[in-house]
């Protein structure tokens, strides 16, 4: 019986999750993802994350992986998870990885996005992504302050303080602000990892910035300082969405396939 | 004591609401509104609205009409209101109209926006305002038969035959086909009036010209059968939004304010 290895790209509105990671109890997206793949498969699957995102925080392009002996040819199985996952929880693609692919350790960077809603009244369809924040902003002085933040530096005044790795350098490979006409103001992050609660400490911080109670030049002492309290607050939830995860091309190692 | 008459535009998710009109028990948008304005002013309000519509239809520029004595300044009203009123449903606007203005009676035209999401996987985000439907549509059939559509016509046909009105004759002003990048295609329709379920008929009979299941020049004939099973299914409520209700410029009227 050959066991396939399978990377799955799966979407989520966060909304009515207690986050990625697998709780007793209660409503999670990989509880949600194993509990389909066991009632699919008839076998016990457990699912790795390429990444853990918080209670509300939403995904379009999460990535996770899992084994399994059940010979459903690859390209139908998105349709099979589809037709037993909830409407806020959707398969996007399916593709079969050799043996040594691992939807964390394989990652080489990720993409978020938070949104800020500026409009007085929030934009009722899309309130479920966005965080409503009725103030006026100036991107230019954000954008000057992201530039600060891309690169390699020790991200600890812009992670939360119970973070408990050790190792707080990382790499910011972009760090835009996108603006767009319906009162909405995209903050894009992409690097090679994120601290807890990372993005949406940056997000408050250039916010900060954009309400001119932080200089864009003040960026790099914040980061120097290594104390949580030199940058702004965290916010919330709702506005992150990661969007992208991504991996070095595993296709010239298919010949690795057992079979 | 001087009683204003105000017109209110809101905005809702229909999702979760059976519909525009007060039902004993039921979460209705007429009877949240009445909730909250009677919680907000210490008043009986009732609430007038231009058109009821079904359960899990969506607005944009829903309007309505409502008395009251309690002073609050006109441009405070929307602020009172949203601080009152849950995330689902949302006042845009509020003015002071003549006492003769109706919501229902003085209008004179309605836009309704009827939206497919025709691709193999639904928009996740947007997935609460887009009727999945998974078929490649042909959108240049679909605008030569809605062509058929536009003008003076007895809507009989093409709307449910439960409809107790005697008059099924109404006006549309236009019918548009829209296709947007992202595998979204919108129905828009303005008329002066709309028979019960006529804008989801509408979309199911344009449906199956798409699928070429009906030719565009069949729809003449459509109409003159005066028979709902002449024409294409009801499509479900959630592709339709009630994006906005046109009238008359009262501005001019606004002497008759009794101060």
């Known amino acids: 019986m050959t066991v396939r290895k399978l990377k799955m790209t799966v979407s989520y509105d966060g909304t009515d999750y207690s986050g990625f990671q697998r709780q007793p109890d209660k409503r999670t997206v990989q509880g949600m993802l194993e509990e389909c793949l066991t009632r699919v498969t008839g076998e016990s699957v457990t699912v790795t994350g ?4 918080d209670a509300g925080v939403h995904a379009l392009g999460q990535v996770v992986h899992f084994e399994t002996s059940v010979p459903i ?4 199985w998105d349709r099979v998870m589809n037709a037993a996952l909830p409407r806020d929880l959707q398969v996007q693609k399916v ?18 996005r938070y949104t800020l809603d500026t409009g007085r009244i929030p934009d009722l369809f899309r309130r479920r992504f966005r965080t409503h924040y009725p103030r006026s ?9 992201a530039r600060h933040l891309v690169g390699t530096h ?5 992670s939360a303080a119970r973070a408990s790795v050790e190792n707080r350098v990382r ?8 603006e767009e006409e319906s009162n909405a103001l995209h903050i894009e992050v992409v690097g090679n990892g994120f601290l807890y609660h990372m993005v949406r400490i940056i997000a ?4 900060d910035v954009g309400l001119k109670k932080i200089a864009p030049d003040d960026l790099p002492g914040i980061l120097s300082a290594k104390d949580r309290s030199a940058a702004g607050r965290t916010f919330p939830p709702e506005g992150l969405v990661l969007v992208e995860v991504g991996y070095t091309p595993w296709e010239a190692e298919e010949k690795e396939f057992p079979s």
């Open 73 to 76: 040819p690859t390209e139908r």
């Open 154 to 158: 020790d991200f600890t005044s812009l």
């Open 137 to 145: 902003l100036d991107p230019g002085q954000m954008k000057r302050a």
């Open 204 to 207: 408050g911080t250039l916010v």
């Open 50 to 53: 390429a990444g853990r995102t």
């Open 171 to 178: 790499t910011l490979y972009r760090c835009d602000i996108l």
């Open 95 to 112: 593709e079969r990885v050799p043996p040594k692919f691992h939807a964390r350790k394989s990652a080489c960077w990720k993409r978020y």
